[in-house]
């Protein structure tokens, strides 16, 4: 047919961050587990080895939730929790981090009142929307106690604090590859996208945290970074000791591109810097953290960029 445009489009994440905790299928009470069990034969895993990413899966969610939001009149939040997870396969072990869409809006929903106008707010969300979700949050909340989010979101950053857990070894980059046979752009044979993240197992990362906040306490102990060292300790402490822990930048890496992303050492960065601070070279500890921080920082600015 001539004269007939057509007209593709793609959906990439937001430029957001995510830290993970995945869970060995053990670890749930029943019938919780024989209900990811049956999941898990039914989708298949999103990440087979601990060197593939789960970005395809990102993708799905967010696809998901684009659906959801053209279907019919935007909510606050979903009306049912997602029965959906992000699935791995670690040494023949099955872990689980489930998506808990419903709680992971609410707490959205928080950090939105925190950080933007009223006026925006207002319009986005109106305050009887917000007060119909906050009060169906609290009723939710008596049923749920310990209830907690699997994964934790940033937007246009990685929070610094967030690479305590990870050493520059535990790095996997995976580039894109050029869209070929219909795939789409930045994207492999059937979609491959572009991935950098970091997986550690529970333990470790544990390790790393503590030892972080003791020598951060004893040299900083009013500083921003030993505050946040002891917030992500205590969100770790929440899951099982077995469970494996993930850095993933998400849609970041549209944002920052390859050559940034190649470049990309923060985690062993953040290393350098508290082996530093432990060796009493406060100066060099300083200059790895200024340097770190300033880098995403500049990261962050683009949020205002036209």
């Given at each position: 047919?001539?004269?007939?445009?057509?007209v593709?489009?793609?959906?990439l994440?937001?430029?957001?961050?995510?830290?993970?905790?995945?869970e060995?299928l053990?670890?749930y009470?029943?019938p919780e587990?024989?209900?990811?069990?049956a999941y898990a034969?039914?989708?298949?895993?999103d990440?087979a080895?601990?060197?593939?990413?789960?970005?395809e899966?990102?993708l799905e969610?967010?696809?998901?939730?684009?659906?959801?939001?053209?279907?019919r009149?935007?909510?606050?939040?979903?009306?049912q929790?997602?029965?959906?997870?992000y699935?791995?396969?670690?040494?023949?072990?099955?872990?689980?981090?489930p998506?808990?869409?419903?709680?992971r809006s609410?707490q959205a929903?928080e950090?939105?009142?925190?950080?933007?106008?009223v006026?925006?707010?207002d319009t986005?969300?109106?305050?009887?929307?917000r007060?119909a979700?906050?009060a169906?949050?609290?009723?939710w909340?008596?049923?749920?106690?310990d209830a907690?989010?699997w994964?934790l979101t940033?937007?246009w950053?990685v929070?610094?604090?967030?690479?305590?857990?990870?050493?520059d070894?535990?790095r996997c980059?995976?580039?894109?590859?050029?869209?070929t046979?219909?795939?789409?752009?930045?994207?492999?044979?059937r979609g491959?996208?572009?991935?950098?993240?970091?997986l550690?197992?529970?333990a470790?990362?544990r390790r790393r945290?503590a030892?972080a906040y003791?020598?951060?306490?004893?040299?900083?102990?009013?500083?921003e970074?030993?505050r946040?060292?002891?917030?992500?300790g205590?969100?770790?402490e929440e899951f099982?000791p077995?469970?494996?822990v993930e850095?993933?930048?998400?849609?970041?890496?549209?944002?920052?591109?390859?050559e940034?992303?190649?470049?990309?050492?923060s985690?062993?960065?953040?290393?350098?810097?508290?082996?530093a601070?432990?060796?009493?070279?406060?100066d060099?500890?300083?200059?790895?953290?200024g340097?770190?921080?300033g880098?995403?920082?500049?990261?962050?600015?683009?949020?205002h960029a036209?």
């Amino acid at each position: 047919m001539q004269d007939v445009t057509v007209v593709r489009t793609s959906v990439l994440p937001p430029y957001a961050a995510h830290l993970r905790v995945y869970e060995p299928l053990a670890a749930y009470p029943e019938p919780e587990r024989a209900r990811w069990q049956a999941y898990a034969a039914e989708h298949g895993p999103d990440a087979a080895v601990a060197e593939q990413s789960v970005a395809e899966a990102g993708l799905e969610e967010q696809r998901e939730a684009l659906a959801e939001l053209a279907a019919r009149t935007p909510r606050a939040l979903p009306e049912q929790e997602s029965g959906r997870a992000y699935l791995r396969i670690v040494d023949g072990v099955l872990y689980v981090c489930p998506w808990a869409t419903r709680l992971r809006s609410w707490q959205a929903l928080e950090e939105l009142r925190a950080g933007a106008p009223v006026a925006l707010l207002d319009t986005a969300v109106p305050p009887v929307t917000r007060a119909a979700a906050e009060a169906d949050r609290e009723r939710w909340r008596a049923g749920h106690p310990d209830a907690r989010p699997w994964i934790l979101t940033s937007r246009w950053e990685v929070p610094v604090r967030w690479f305590l857990p990870f050493g520059d070894e535990d790095r996997c980059f995976v580039p894109g590859g050029a869209g070929t046979g219909g795939g789409e752009e930045g994207e492999g044979e059937r979609g491959r996208p572009a991935a950098l993240f970091y997986l550690v197992p529970m333990a470790q990362a544990r390790r790393r945290v503590a030892r972080a906040y003791r020598a951060l306490r004893e040299a900083v102990p009013d500083g921003e970074l030993v505050r946040g060292a002891e917030q992500v300790g205590r969100w770790l402490e929440e899951f099982h000791p077995r469970s494996l822990v993930e850095l993933d930048y998400g849609g970041l890496v549209h944002l920052l591109g390859p050559e940034r992303l190649l470049a990309d050492r923060s985690a062993g960065e953040l290393e350098e810097g508290l082996r530093a601070l432990r060796a009493g070279d406060a100066d060099g500890a300083l200059r790895a953290y200024g340097e770190l921080t300033g880098r995403w920082r500049r990261v962050l600015a683009l949020r205002h960029a036209n």
